[in-house]
């Protein structure tokens, strides 16, 4: 189980990676979705899979049973899968945002910052008239 | 056990918490938040007065002992970094009270900005793997909602850089961090230094230890993952780029400095070996990368990454010298790096613009500014008394010690690149007559809310100059028990340890 498990992050990897290096700004979005479902997964099956109870102490005891489930990776995967998904509806919104305000996803297009326009003599209180 | 720890995280989330619930009065918001960021900076003095007198302070969160519960630690290199950081946070503050208007606009950014002081004082503090995590976390949130603050064309551009190699380090090291649990079982730091030292498998610890390299190292802008540094840096406003140049990169280098002296030292042979090579090769990119450069903060931040390079060489070395020097430079750089991005904020008011064709004049029109630029810019080339001097002295000195000639050959090299782009910006927007376009010089006054940080910071540089002796005793102690992680890991975990 393990190594289906491990080809399934490594998959998961490179294809995050090859959407990653593409100019997209959409194909990048998927690629960090892959990436980041890889490591969750990663996380799952590094902490060590095993056939036992779920960890729970049953009514009565103060500790648990014998064979018990880590559940430690479990919180871990949970506190990244919640944050992850907090990361990724940011990205959405910013690359929705910059597209709008850049007119282009091709990163190739995105205008490099040069001199002439990251400062066309703009001072900061324009800027917050612009507002967020 | 003490309580002192938590006020450093807790003040900053609690001045967050005010400053939402008043956000229909803008002002009050500004007040508060400018009381909250003093607030910090006091917390975070006193939390260094008892760990200079008490040693290495502890507190198990919610009484969890350790390695089962996330602790709080706070030894020398966490109180030098978090007096920085308090100071950095209140300057800031004070600047972007001049900066930004009192508006119903600039609504959300009190909070964001005590929100990325809280998770920098959390990464600071924390004695747990995991919970870094969740601080770089906390602290990439808020730095993107910064970065795109005002939400200007060249921004955008910036942004989508900054987030997306970010995104990547992090997970990388989340990565790492699944990795290392797998192979020891705990995330607990100093637990980790116990079960590292017992492992057998070392090749595996070892491939993990340059995941964790790669994901500090695009954090910290080491060599070669440093191009989104000088994309974005210099686009948001100067407030939150000052704050950025000065903390975001060193949470980075603050991190390789916590795990390869405390976790990953099982085969220093290959892994500060590499350190060393890549902390070269870093100082020699970002100083050349700035020689090409002619705009005022795109310089800078070029800057920043051939600093990193210098810290990183204080660790790579790995001798106690060594890491002195290299808490002494963040220290030192934190502050002066920080105090030049606020000076081109001025300077940007004077001239209307941080082009350094289109700039000139200032030292004619504002001789005070081009002190209050010449104190940092001479500090951050390596120019004897100021602090730069002692910093650069101290991790080229060990270099020699420790026989590594050709790294400090490139060291001093790097510092007299570094005093070229210094006087070309000294030159260009200074000491050159003032183009025949733009604004009257003369009769623009910057704010008093914007010069007194910039004085404060600059009269520190000249302190930590004149002064050195107080700050190495610190940054001595701090790689004394860097050296010796044995001091830390009783501390964290108690007697023999479970």
């Known amino acids: 189980m393990e190594t289906v498990l491990a080809i399934v992050c490594g998959c998961l990897v490179a294809g995050g990676i090859y959407l990653l290096l593409s100019q997209n700004l959409v194909r990048m979005l998927f690629g960090l979705i892959m990436l980041s479902n890889a490591v969750n997964l990663a996380i799952f099956v590094a902490g060590g899979l095993t056939h036992t109870q779920p960890a729970l102490i049953a009514a009565g005891d103060s500790v648990p049973g014998a064979s018990m489930a880590n559940a430690l990776p479990q919180a871990l995967v949970l506190t990244a899968i919640v944050i992850g998904f907090a990361l990724l509806v940011f990205m959405f919104v ?26 066309p003599s703009q001072n900061t209180t324009t800027r917050q008239e612009m507002g967020p | 056990m003490t309580n002192l720890l938590i006020y450093p995280i807790l003040l900053p989330f609690a001045t967050a918490v005010g400053s939402l619930l008043l956000w229909r009065r803008p002002a009050l918001q500004q007040t508060l938040s400018l009381i909250g960021s003093a607030g910090h900076l006091a917390a975070c003095l006193f939390l260094l007065a008892a760990v200079v007198q008490d040693g290495i302070q502890v507190l198990a969160v919610g009484n969890w002992p350790a390695p089962y519960g996330i602790s709080l630690v706070a030894d020398h290199l966490s109180v030098l970094m978090l007096m920085v950081t308090g ?34 004082s959390g990464a600071f503090l924390t004695g747990d793997l995991f919970n870094l995590y969740v601080w770089f976390e906390v602290i990439l949130m808020a730095s993107f909602g910064l970065i795109i603050w005002g939400q200007g064309r060249a921004q955008f551009v910036g942004a989508v850089r900054y987030v997306v190699i970010n995104l990547l380090a992090t997970l990388l090291f989340l990565l790492g961090l699944a990795l290392l649990y797998g192979l020891t079982g705990t995330l607990n730091m100093a637990h980790l230094h116990q079960q590292i030292m017992t492992q057998e498998s070392h090749g595996l610890v070892t491939a993990v230890a340059f995941m964790f390299m790669a994901a500090f190292g695009i954090k910290a802008g080491m060599f070669p993952l440093f191009f989104w540094l000088p994309a ?37 042979a290959t892994t500060h070996a590499v350190l060393l090579v890549a902390a070269g090769l870093t100082m020699v990119t970002g100083v050349l990368g700035a020689a090409a450069q002619n705009e005022f903060r795109r310089i800078l931040s070029f800057h920043i990454i051939s600093q990193v390079g210098y810290m990183l060489l204080g660790l790579a070395l790995w001798t106690p010298l060594a890491l002195a020097g290299a808490v002494f430079y963040l220290v030192h750089h934190m502050i002066v790096k920080a105090n030049l991005f606020l000076v081109s904020g001025l300077s940007r008011d004077c001239s209307g613009t941080l082009e350094l064709p289109a700039m000139g004049g200032l030292y004619g029109a504002k001789p005070f500014l081009a002190v209050l630029f010449f104190i940092p810019a001479f500090s951050l080339a390596g120019f004897p008394p100021l602090s730069g001097f002692w910093a650069k002295l101290l991790v080229i000195q060990s270099s020699l010690e420790a026989e590594h000639y050709t790294v400090a050959a490139v060291a001093v090299l790097v510092g007299l690149m570094t005093v070229y782009s210094m006087v070309k910006i000294w030159i260009e927007a200074f000491w050159k007559p003032s183009p025949d376009f733009g604004p009257d010089q003369r009769a623009i006054v910057p704010s008093a809310w914007k010069i007194a940080p910039v004085c404060a910071l600059a009269l520190i540089t000249l302190c930590i100059g004149i002064g050195a002796e107080p700050v190495y005793q610190l940054a001595d102690t701090a790689a004394r028990e860097l050296m010796a992680p044995q001091v830390y890991v009783r501390a964290v975990l108690g007697g023999a340890g479970p």
Do not use: N
């Not at chain 2, 209140?90 to 005590?114: D, N």
């Not at chain 2, 000052?242 to 030292?265: C, D, W």
């Open chain 1, 94 to 119: 910013l690359f929705y945002r910059s597209y709008e305000v850049l007119g282009t996803t091709d990163t190739r297009r995105m205008p490099e910052d040069g001199p002439a326009r990251a400062y």
């Open chain 2, 87 to 120: 100071i950095l946070g209140t300057a800031t503050a004070l600047y972007a009270r001049g900066e930004m208007a009192i508006s119903l606009r600039s609504q959300g950014f009190h909070a964001l900005f005590q929100v990325l002081i809280g998770g920098i």
């Open chain 2, 232 to 268: 974005s840096y210099h686009t948001p406003p100067i407030a939150i780029s000052a704050l950025f140049a000065g903390m975001l990169t060193k949470v980075g280098v603050y991190a390789l400095i916590r795990t390869f002296s405390l976790v990953f030292l099982h085969d220093t």
